[in-house]
């Protein structure tokens, strides 16, 4: 086993080439899959894809034939934990993730991307003062609390100063069932089910921290588990709810959330065992909202990589064709972040390349432990033989 992994990790720094040629019999390039293209890597992003026929000898320094593979982009993870919970960020990134936002833990500017995962921030939350997740696992490099409008602005601004891609915050009373946050703290300070306990921001608070983070051009996204904190965040503009509600969600608030645009991060896996999630999701789907890949990578058996688990409940709960989930994963999540062809393979999009052997139709579980992975141009899996 040493053996093999020293071999791939030279073959990995000899092949980190000034340009590559990829050949998959499938390439799903963010939107859609195709069959018989190759894709042409240089300077770290996409220079060509195109019928293999079309490329001759010499285009490129290295030639890789992938075979009967499946080439798509790096996948985006929108909701971990990284820092806070100390996941190693190479393993992720070997594991087929190549963008993570991590929304909740220390703050800084976006890094990596470049053979690096990249790692893009909200930092702290923002909650009130002994509220959630204090309550549960204290302030210290976590959240912010606010207790007026004032606080609330001036805790955006420097946020954003120090690099915050996006303002997130909690609205959690503390009285879900079956949420993975329940389970973490002292049950003598749990909020009785369906009792409101953890102090929440009030709605004029949430109301100052959407506007001061909307004037930076940042969208908010809050932690919402159950209908009285998803009341706030609609009432007060918010965006984005970080997790598919663990409660179930009246229809009538699921709807108003599509009628303000709202995007729904899915993080089903770690929520399984939520009473709501079935129904919320599969509501949400039915009435056409937006819903994109995350996972809670950091959360207790969650992997540290692509959570194939997550892509079935995208397609069982939120009734997706497995391509409409690798979208929510790549094309649609870059879109999202705002960062040029991210989560594609185009011309100009950075080369954040994942494959996998034969076809991820029947092969969804592979996703996990993809034998080829690069970031920006630099190959850190290669599994494949060398040619
Ligand atoms: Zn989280």
Redesign the pocket.
């Known amino acids: 086993m040493m053996a093999i992994f020293f071999s791939v990790q030279v073959y990995a720094q000899e092949t980190s080439p000034s340009s590559l040629l990829l050949h998959a019999a499938r390439v799903f390039d963010g939107n859609e899959m195709h069959s018989g293209l190759s894709v042409l890597v240089k300077d770290g992003h996409i220079a060509k894809i195109e019928p293999r026929h079309s490329f001759k000898a010499g285009d490129a320094s290295t030639d890789i034939d992938l075979g009967d593979a499946t080439l798509l982009p790096g996948f985006i993870e929108l909701?971990a934990?990284l820092t806070f919970r100390k996941v190693p960020a190479d393993i992720v990134l070997r594991h087929g993730v190549t963008t993570v936002r991590d929304?909740?833990g220390p703050v800084h500017q976006p890094y990596g991307g470049d053979g690096s995962l990249r790692v893009l921030t909200s930092g702290q939350i923002i909650t009130a003062p002994h509220g959630y997740p204090i309550v549960t696992m204290g302030a210290r490099d976590l959240a912010i609390p606010v207790a007026s409008e004032a606080e609330a602005r001036e805790a955006v601004r420097r946020l954003i100063s120090q690099g915050a891609v996006i303002i997130k915050i909690a609205l959690e009373p503390g009285s879900e069932a079956g949420a993975p946050w329940s389970s973490h703290h002292d049950h003598a300070h749990a909020a009785p089910h369906g009792q409101s306990a953890w102090p929440m921001l009030r709605e004029s608070i949430v109301k100052a921290v959407v506007d001061e983070a909307h004037r930076h051009q940042r969208k908010v996204s809050a932690?919402v588990a159950e209908p009285s904190g998803i009341q706030v965040a609609l009432n007060a503009g918010v965006d984005e709810w970080?997790?598919m509600p663990c409660n179930r969600i009246p229809k009538s608030l699921l709807k108003q959330a599509r009628a303000q645009n709202v995007t729904i991060i899915s993080?089903i896996d770690t929520l399984s065992k939520c009473g709501g999630i079935a129904h919320n999701t599969t509501v949400w789907s039915e009435l056409g909202g937006e819903l994109l890949y995350g996972t809670?990578i950091a959360?207790p058996d969650i992997p540290w990589g692509i959570d194939a688990q997550e892509l079935m409940y995208l397609m069982h709960l939120g009734k997706m064709k497995l391509l409409d989930a690798l979208r929510a994963a790549t094309a649609k999540a870059g879109q999202y972040l705002g960062i040029p062809l991210l989560g594609t393979i185009q011309p100009g999009a950075p080369a954040d390349l994942i494959a996998i052997r034969g076809d991820p139709e029947q092969h969804l579980k592979r996703l996990e432990y993809p034998d080829l992975v690069i970031s920006g141009g630099q190959v850190i899996v290669n599994y494949f033989d060398p040619q």
Request: net charge negative; glycine share 10%; no cysteine.
């Open positions: 909701h934990h929304v909740g932690h970080a997790h993080t809670e959360h």
